[in-house]
């Protein structure tokens, strides 16, 4: 796919080099506002790549849900969408393999943080919990193929419990 418009949903301040940062904070790189998480920022097809890194948590499932229905009426054929997020799964599995091995964990509040923050507008508050499996198949249900889970290897966050699941129109 030749080069074109690639949005980047909830990069806050630190968007990603090449990307147009789509997010409900206003900087001199982003399109912002609360509603422009949930309306098409271009023509259906406009996009050729969006990503979206520690975003779709912050959602409830059925608007995770919206979200990738508009995401893919955005992609342009062949688009791509990259999506990281906390894996569960992967959660769970580190504090079983910690605890057999005797291995120092991080504490359950930081999962228990992540659900129930102290944020007073709730911006920062994991209102879901996905594993790849999960999240690839809602891709696959809305349309998208050629959905695969690949090593997460992005610098800004913590790589530790996250997937990226990446996925094509």
Request: glycine fraction near 8%; charge should be negative; proline fraction near 7%.
């Amino acid at each position: 796919m030749t080069e074109g418009l690639r949005l980047e949903y909830g990069c806050g301040e630190h968007k990603t080099p090449g990307y147009l940062g789509v997010d409900i904070y206003k900087t001199d790189y982003t399109v912002a506002s609360p509603q422009a998480i949930f309306m098409p920022v271009c023509a259906p097809g406009g996009v050729t790549e969006i990503l979206s890194v520690h975003f779709v948590e912050h959602f409830i499932r059925s608007d995770v849900e919206r979200l990738v229905r508009m995401w893919h009426g955005m992609l342009a054929p062949g688009g791509l969408l990259i999506t990281c997020f906390p894996d569960v799964a992967a959660m769970s599995d580190d504090m079983t393999l910690r605890r057999k091995e005797s291995i120092p964990r991080r504490p359950f509040d930081h999962v228990w943080g992540m659900a129930i923050s102290g944020d007073p507008q709730g911006l920062y508050r994991h209102r879901s919990f996905w594993t790849a499996e999960e999240y690839a198949k809602v891709l696959r249900v809305i349309g998208f193929r050629d959905v695969e889970q690949v090593p997460y290897q992005r610098p800004r966050h913590d790589s530790h419990w996250t997937s990226e699941v990446r996925a094509v129109t």
